[in-house]
């Protein structure tokens, strides 16, 4: 069985917002204009044949779903795509507000280990539980000339001639 390579949405793989950017969006999702992450096809094409893909967003269902079906082939097949309903819910002390946790082993029950697991995050505290699974990358921010796609393509390369 391959490694599960699991993909954060926003500001990770898209970002999202109300207000348009100088530069067009990708598409538009309910009163949002989304900007997918330069490079991400590339690099998708990259890795899609090493690992399994699934998405775990904090996000709701109704966005997931939308995203989800913009942004990737209609061939790939993801082994899962979750939301928010997946995730624990923690106070977070620091802002007052909520952090929501993404646990990797409850994606165990498609048969993966955890340790053949990889979160791409732009979040740590989203990850807190098994840090050594995860593959942090700057927050996507809509920057059409972000490069962060192209190394993290290569990271994910070099893991699997491991």
């Known amino acids: 069985m391959r490694d599960l390579l699991i993909f954060d949405l926003d500001e990770t793989l898209v970002h999202a917002r109300a207000m348009e950017l100088p530069h067009a969006a990708a598409f538009r999702c309910t ?11 590339e690099m998708l094409d990259q ?11 904090s996000s709701s269902r109704s966005y997931v779903d939308q995203v989800v079906s913009q942004i990737f082939p ?34 165990q029950k498609f048969g993966y280990a955890v340790d053949r697991m990889i979160m ?7 990850v807190a539980r098994q840090p050594r699974n995860h593959l942090l990358v700057s927050p996507f921010e809509g920057d059409a000339d972000d490069q962060e796609l192209l190394s993290l393509g290569r990271q994910l390369l070099a893991r699997q001639s491991k």
């Open 120 to 126: 791409v995050d732009d979040s740590t505290e989203k």
């Open 47 to 57: 890795v899609a044949g090493l690992y399994d893909i699934a998405v775990w967003s």
């Open 31 to 41: 009163s949002y204009f989304v900007y997918v992450r330069p490079h991400f096809i």
């Open 74 to 107: 209609s061939h790939l097949r993801l082994r899962f795509a979750w939301c928010v309903d997946q995730c624990i819910q923690r106070a977070d002390p620091h802002s007052g507000g909520y952090v929501y946790i993404k646990d990797l082993r409850k994606a």
